[in-house]
C-alpha cells in the first residue's frame, strides 16, 4: 500500500537525481568517508566538511568561489571544473551542504532555510578570510536554488552569482497528481526511503559517462532518499521560483536544452520572471550537470569570460541561444522522454516544448 502511495513522488525523486545513484545498493558510515580538506563551523557548531582547490603558486588571484552541490551530491561536485577555475586565479571551496555528503546529519533533510543560513554563514566566513578578494556564490541544482534564495534575500553576500540548471521546478510548475502523490506520501511515509530503482526510468544527468559512474560510486554520494527530504526539496525549489524576480543583476544563470532533471518548461518560467539584467546561457547540447558534460569547456569558459567582463558577449553563444530561445522556443526537436509530457509540463495541457 505504502509502495503504491509513493509512486508518484518516486518519480520526483528519479527525476531529481536519483536515477545517478541507484546503481550502488547500501548506507554508508560518515567514518568511513573520505577527509576533508577543511571544515566550516556553523553558528550552532554543526560542521561542513569541504574541498579546496588553490591557484598554482605564482598564479595571480582573481577571487573565490562558494561552490553549492546538488540534491544526493556532495563536495565532489566539482572536482571537474575546480581545477580550471584555480587555474584561472580563483580559489574555490566546495562544503558538503547539511544533510549531505560526509556530514553528520547525512540523510536528513535539515530545512531550507537552514541550508540558506549556512550559506550565508560560510560567504561570511570567506569574506572574512579574503578581504577585498572578489567573491563568487556558485550553485549546481539544488544548490543553485539555495543560491538563487540567498541572493534575492541578501544580494551583496557575494559580488556575483553562477546559477547551473538551478532547481526551479516547485508545485506551480508540478501537474496535480506529482504534487499530490508527494503531498500523501508525506503525510502517510515520511521515513521512506526511495533508492530511485521503484520506477525504471531512462534519464541522464549528462552525457559524460564517466562523470555518472564517478557520481554513481563515490562514497559521499547519498544512497537513497526519505520522502521527507524530497518534500523539503521541493518546497525549496518553491522558494527559489518565488526568488526569480529578485535576483541581482550580476547573476549568471545557465541551462541546457537537454536537461532531463530539470524540466526545462519550469526553467523557462523561472527566467520569465527574472530581471532583464541577469544574463543567461543556453546550451543546446546540455544537460543537466553542465560542468560534467562532455562540453563542460563551453560552460566553463563562458563562466570565466562573464566574470572577466560581464558586458561581453559569451564566448560560446549561449547567451545569443538563451535570447533566441526565451523570444520564442522555437529550437526544434522531440519531447524529452524522461517522464510524459503531459507531467513535466504544468501549463496544463500536454507539453510542445521542443526539449
Not at 525504471?200 to 544512497?223: K, V
Request: net charge neutral; aromatic share 8%.
Amino acid at each position: 500500500m505504502i509502495r503504491r502511495l509513493v509512486v508518484v513522488s518516486t518519480l520526483v525523486a528519479v527525476v531529481l537525481g536519483m536515477a545517478a545513484s541507484r546503481c550502488v545498493a547500501g548506507a554508508v558510515g560518515v567514518a568511513a568517508l573520505p577527509a576533508p580538506d577543511m571544515v566550516f563551523t556553523m553558528t550552532d557548531g554543526f560542521v561542513l566538511p569541504a574541498r579546496v582547490w588553490r591557484p598554482a603558486p605564482g598564479v595571480a588571484a582573481r577571487g573565490v568561489i562558494l561552490a553549492l552541490h546538488g540534491f544526493t551530491d556532495s563536495r565532489d561536485a566539482w572536482e571537474m571544473p575546480a581545477p580550471g577555475f584555480a587555474a584561472d586565479g580563483y580559489t574555490v571551496f566546495a562544503p558538503d551542504q547539511r544533510g549531505f555528503g560526509g556530514t553528520a546529519d547525512r540523510g536528513v533533510w535539515p530545512g531550507r532555510e537552514v541550508l540558506v543560513d549556512d550559506a550565508a554563514a560560510v560567504a561570511a566566513q570567506l569574506r572574512a578570510r579574503f578581504p577585498g578578494q572578489r567573491l563568487v556564490l556558485m550553485g549546481e541544482s539544488m544548490g543553485g536554488a539555495v543560491a538563487m534564495c540567498l541572493a534575492a534575500r541578501a544580494p551583496a553576500t557575494a559580488d556575483a552569482y553562477v546559477l547551473l540548471a538551478p532547481a526551479v521546478w516547485g508545485r506551480a510548475q508540478m501537474k496535480l497528481p506529482v504534487r499530490g502523490g508527494l503531498w500523501v506520501a508525506n503525510r502517510v511515509a515520511p521515513g521512506y526511503r526511495l533508492f530511485g530503482n521503484e520506477v525504471q526510468l531512462d534519464i541522464a544527468a549528462s552525457d559524460n559517462r564517466d562523470a555518472l559512474i564517478r557520481l554513481a560510486t563515490d562514497p559521499l554520494t547519498l544512497r537513497g532518499s526519505t520522502v521527507a527530504m524530497l518534500h523539503g526539496l521541493v518546497d525549496l525549489m518553491d522558494d527559489a521560483q518565488a526568488a526569480a524576480p529578485h535576483l541581482p543583476p550580476h547573476t549568471l544563470v545557465l541551462a541546457g536544452r537537454l536537461d532531463q532533471i530539470v524540466p526545462v518548461a519550469a526553467m523557462a518560467v523561472a527566467w520569465a520572471k527574472m530581471p532583464a539584467a541577469v544574463r543567461r546561457g543556453f546550451y543546446l547540447n546540455g544537460y543537466h550537470l553542465l560542468l560534467r558534460d562532455r562540453d563542460r569547456a563551453l560552460v566553463q569558459g563562458d563562466i570565466l569570460a562573464w566574470l572577466d567582463d560581464p558586458d561581453r558577449w559569451l564566448p560560446s553563444g549561449a547567451d545569443v541561444n538563451a535570447g533566441a530561445w526565451a523570444s520564442d522556443h522555437g529550437w526544434s526537436g522531440s519531447t524529452a522522454a524522461a517522464l510524459p509530457a503531459e507531467v513535466l509540463d504544468g501549463a496544463g495541457e500536454r507539453s510542445t516544448w521542443p526539449y
